[in-house]
T-cell receptor
């Protein structure tokens, strides 16, 4: 069974631009979560989607948004990029929402903002 | 709110020696606890999880962890370190009824020396 896939793997953007990252969960998994990983802040939860609805949201500004499609694939968008948005963005999938939190992570998208 | 604290951002052991990575949790409700490993330029891989079924949890690659409520700890151990164990290890917690949101510790970089 294929794992979580994220595209693109690497991305370089300029301040002020916007970016869209994509995540395809493990087949059959219906919950998708997003995390930001930086050297300074570590791993931080962004949001979680299940059945196309946002179920949880972390403490990030409104520039960070996401959505989930009917096939469970998810995208996250960051508008008006700032230098501090440079990070590894990780997507994780779970079978359902609201169980024990077990998640499977993708390889991440490395975003560099210049 | 739940949180985890990982003691020691860097741990160095000799190959064949015991690995002990420390994690203490804080949670107002019975938590679910996890250990993940991250190799360079990769996502997170689940090592093991605690969901109250048994206090001693065995995971992949010879790792295990023991849940001790009296000490609010969930330390990760491996009897004999291998060079391939060198990676960063993260302890994480999710709250029952809180969806799949994970709160991570700051991570422990494990170095294995010959």
């Amino acid at each position: 069974k294929a794992g979580v896939t994220q595209t693109p793997r690497y991305l370089i953007k300029t301040r002020g631009q916007q970016v869209t990252l994509s995540c395809s969960p493990i087949s059959g998994h219906r919950s998708v979560s997003w995390y930001q990983q930086t050297p300074g802040q570590g791993l931080q939860f962004l949001f979680e989607y299940f059945s196309e609805t946002q179920r949880n949201k972390g403490n990030f500004p409104g520039r960070f948004s996401g959505r989930q499609f009917s096939n469970s694939r998810s995208e996250m968008n960051v508008s008006t990029l700032e230098l501090g948005d440079s990070a590894l963005y990780l997507c994780a999938s779970s079978l359902v929402w609201g169980t024990d939190g077990e998640q499977y992570f993708g390889p991440g998208t490395r975003l560099t903002v210049t | 709110a739940q949180s985890v604290t990982q003691l020691g951002s860097h741990v160095s052991v000799s190959e064949g020696a015991l690995v002990l990575l420390r994690c203490n949790y804080s949670s107002s409700v019975p938590p679910y606890l996890f250990w993940y490993v991250q190799y360079p330029n990769q996502g997170l891989q689940l090592l093991l999880k605690y969901t109250s079924a048994a206090t001693l949890v065995k995971g992949i690659n010879g790792f295990e962890a023991e849940f001790k409520k009296s000490e609010t700890s969930f330390h990760l151990t491996k009897p004999s370190a291998h060079m391939s164990d060198a990676a960063e290890y993260f302890c994480a917690v999710s709250a029952t009824g809180g969806g799949n949101k994970l709160t991570f510790g700051t991570g422990t970089q494990l170095k294995v020396e010959l």
